[in-house]
């Protein structure tokens, strides 16, 4: 018995060593790739030499002699920090990530290239200015120093996720700069997701007029009547079914609700406290672990910049110079119009056009996979642009037998230059020099403010396509592409994007709200995307004479939600302190406490309150009650609540509260029926996930923010260190914007917003201030991973200073760049 005591003992201790030195060579070889920011360095290229100073926040300050040893360290910088980033946002518009994900991901990369999206990058190198292309070469350079950095010192390749799927990385080249603007413009664009819903639901709603409930235009003149879809595409199935989507947290393809979003607005000298002028910049994107967003600040010859980057695009994209301030917000531009196209009977090589049957553009393309054999797609083009396929975006579902899809988008330019207008941009001076700067910009779609010391304006950039008047659909629904009226005729010139320059109240801003109403077809969009925070938004700035540099962060971090105290009268109008108490332990008492403390809720969606919890559980079970009947499968498709429909089924608008009733049953069911239905249905969820003490509900339980790991975030075990999860403010409508998942088991978890925010002050421009919602490290292992997380959850800022002392005074590190003798 003893010696088997003792074997077991040596086994066990035995088994203790072999863990604690698999984990140590495992920490070993991940933290050979923790950069060293305190080096010098002799490397080819350079004219001269070159600094980084990283402030206390990792932000690198870039100082060089020459714009291209700037542009080539910041290409060194990103590399350091978030290689891994880069090459996967490379990958990924390269159609490339199965090489690595395996049959995963095949899916994701079958699309890409069929949007040929790298190889439109490729063509666009030489459609840039020589200037932009001679600092392209410059960062790509400075992204290979820091690669052959890593393969010559063995520094763990230099991310710890090169150990874990063994990624080979080649060299930079300046067309993948121009690929990941693409790829961007993919994740900010959701018209062809607008177009094959509205086409869905044109077939599934039996009243045609109700469409315009579940699908509201936004506030503003009405549109003239629309055909149903069958009427403009003959032959296509009604109640066709749609499929489930595929939400691999790699993939760049993203549901409507998730199709970019952000904030902006600025104040003149008249309307500043301080006599200078102010902006308040926060995009929204889907949340990550690192964050997107890369803070920087660059020392060119015509001045400093500094503000948000993303990794692989040497451009600040939202920041400011001593002179101007920039920042963006997603414009809603209708840029993409799906066409249905005729298959020749005779010949499925070609398609139907306003001259006949043409051939097919073809070409065939090679997708290698790990662990499988290759396989070989055809990609096809028409003169509307690329074949995308039924199983893809749900077009199968509007698509009649004999004909395929195709898609017409802006993106899709081989000349796009995009990146030319955005290193313009960033020398511009003034206001206006600004707006001319950015002339050449094609996509994505933004709203561009602009402020300097003087003067405010708004300008919406990016190509809007020529669509003629007679247009069937006018680009809200998929047309047939062999009719001439339904194709674009190029693009409308630069001078007619909506514009507003100095206005006589003071104050601009974008929520992503409408902002124009012109007539079809010189109009912007007939779906944007906010008619709830714009509320709040001006409430806030009417609300004070002047502002502050503290009044737009005020605002930046407010979480009253305008659509929770709209709706809620609405809603609960009949059930608000009716009937009498109920015994404790029932259903109806657990409403009554319910409704008793939304009574009293200011609409603050905030962490620590449980009013928010249950507002959003009832609005949620709401709107399912309502469309489940109607709509079936498709009801799938709404995966977050339209206020304007509830608005409208509640306020009876045009008959809408028909969709209160339910078709299936003998009775005819009220709003009032199916709001008290849908609370305790809520209730019932509620005490499931969260339990039965209604006033113990804390929204930051179900609200967290989920910084995951895109490759690593669902790995037993590591995934507790590469995800960041935090209990956080706001929600889907409030302007500290949290937008829920919407599905699942956790519909409430809060996977998209403000991952940066910046406020610029011109009255005093040192005193600006930015934060991003991780750290500026991809690497797990360093305290910058994460370190600016809690911060942003606090709502708390890092200075924005060009101030050279101050970044070197607190320096985590200077590396000096040389020209290799």
């Keep these: 018995m003893n010696l088997i005591f003792r074997w077991l003992m040596r086994l066990s201790a035995t088994l203790v060593v072999v863990i604690v030195l698999g984990v140590a060579m495992v920490y070993y070889l991940a933290s050979r790739s923790l950069p060293e920011y305190d080096k010098v360095l002799d490397l080819p290229y350079l004219t001269a030499p070159v600094e980084i100073v990283r402030d206390n926040a990792n932000v690198p300050h870039i100082f060089g002699q020459a714009d291209t040893d700037v542009f080539y360290a910041l290409g060194y910088a990103h590399a350091q920090d978030r290689l891994w980033q880069m090459t996967m946002l490379r990958r990924t518009a390269q159609g490339r990530l199965s090489e690595i994900f395996g049959t995963a991901t095949v899916e994701i990369d079958k699309l890409i290239r069929r949007l040929d999206i790298y190889a439109l990058a490729g063509a666009s190198v030489e459609a840039q200015d020589a200037r932009t292309n001679l600092m392209l070469r410059a960062y790509a350079t400075g992204v290979n120093a820091r690669l052959d950095e890593i393969n010559t010192s063995a520094l763990g390749r230099g991310a710890p996720e090169m150990f874990i799927f063994n990624a080979p990385v080649s ?111 926060d995009p929204h994107l889907g949340f990550t672990a690192p964050s997107i967003w890369y803070l920087a600040r660059l020392q060119l010859q015509s001045g400093s910049v500094i503000g948000a980057t993303i990794p692989g695009m040497p451009v600040v994209l939202s920041g400011r110079s001593e002179a101007l301030g920039w920042g963006l917000t997603s414009a809603g531009l209708d840029d993409q119009d799906v066409y249905i196209e005729q298959v020749n009977p005779e010949n499925p090589e070609e398609y139907r056009t306003p001259d006949g049957f043409k051939t097919f553009e073809k070409r065939g393309s090679i997708i290698n996979i790990k662990d499988q054999a290759p396989i070989t797609i055809t990609l096809r083009w028409t003169e509307n642009g690329p074949v995308l396929p039924g199983t893809q975006y749900n077009l199968a579902s509007i698509t009649p037998p004999g004909h395929v899809a195709a898609l017409a988008w802006t993106v899709l330019s081989p000349k796009d230059t995009t990146m030319s207008a955005a290193m313009r941009l960033m020398e511009a001076k003034s206001v206006h020099e600004g707006m001319t700067a950015i002339e050449g910009y094609i996509a994505p779609a933004q709203n561009l403010m602009l402020v300097d010391r003087k003067e405010i304006a708004m300008k919406m950039i990016g190509a809007m396509p020529r669509r003629d008047a007679r247009h069937q659909s006018q680009g809200r629904l998929p047309s047939p592409g062999w009719i001439e009226a339904n194709r674009w005729q190029g693009r409308l010139p630069y001078a007619s994007n909506p514009e507003f320059i100095a206005p006589n109240g003071g104050i601009l801003g974008n929520t992503n709200n409408k902002t124009v109403d012109r007539p079809f077809p010189n109009h912007v969009s007939f779906d944007w995307g906010d008619t709830q925070r714009v509320q709040r938004w001006q409430r806030l700035m009417q609300a004070r004479e002047v502002h502050t540099r503290d009044s737009f962060i005020e605002a930046q971090l407010d979480t009253v939600s305008f659509t929770a105290r709209s709706l809620l009268p609405l809603i609960g109008a009949e059930l608000w302190f009716t009937g009498e108490a109920a015994p404790e332990g029932t259903p109806l008492r657990q409403r009554q406490r319910a409704l008793t403390l939304l009574a009293e809720w200011s609409g603050e969606m905030n962490e620590h309150l449980p ?48 969709w209160c009733d339910v078709i299936q049953s003998a009775l005819v069911e009220s709003c009032a029926d199916m709001a008290r239905l849908a609370l305790d249905d809520a209730l019932i969820w509620i005490e499931e996930s969260w339990g039965s003490a209604l006033e113990s509900l804390r929204w930051g339980d179900a609200h967290q923010a989920t910084h995951d790991h895109p490759a690593l ?19 889907d409508n409030t302007l500290q914007r949290g937008l829920t998942r919407g599905t699942g088991p956790a519909p409430f978890e809060n996977v998209h917003g403000a991952a940066y925010r910046g406020v610029y002050d011109f009255a005093d421009p040192d005193s600006s201030v930015f934060i991003t919602s991780t750290g500026q490290s991809g690497h797990f292992l360093s305290r910058h991973y994460d370190d600016m997380a809690q911060l942003w959850r606090r709502g708390e800022y890092i200075p924005m200073s060009l101030d050279e002392e101050l970044a070197r005074a607190a320096a985590v590190g200077v590396t000096v760049l040389r020209p290799l003798r």
């Excluded at 949620?620 to 009650?625: E, K, N, V, Y």
């Design 171 to 281: 060299a930079w080249r300046p067309s993948d700069s121009l690929a990941i603007v693409k790829l961007m413009g993919l994740q900010l664009s959701g018209h062809l997701n607008h177009e094959v819903l509205r086409a869905q639901m044109s077939l599934a709603v039996p009243d045609p007029a109700r469409l315009a409930d579940i699908l509201p235009d936004n506030p503003g003149s009405g549109l003239t009547a629309l055909p149903e879809y069958s009427q403009i595409v003959p032959g296509v199935q009604r109640f066709a079914e749609t499929l489930p989507r595929d939400d691999h947290p790699l993939s760049p393809f993203k549901a409507r609700a998730f199709a970019g979003a952000s904030n902006v607005w600025a104040a003149a000298p008249s309307r500043s406290a301080s006599g200078g002028t102010l902006l308040a910049n």
């Design 713 to 731: 975030g669902d790995v037993p075990l590591l995934r507790y260190f590469v995800n960041i999860r935090q209990s956080t403010n706001g929600g």
């Design 611 to 658: 009013e928010p919890l249950i507002y959003a559980a009832w609005l949620r079970s709401l709107q399912d009650r309502m469309v489940r009947d109607e709509l079936g499968p498709l009801a799938r498709e709404l995966t977050h609540v339209e206020p304007l429909f509830i608005e409208r089924a509640f306020r009876d608008v045009d008959g809408a509260a028909v």
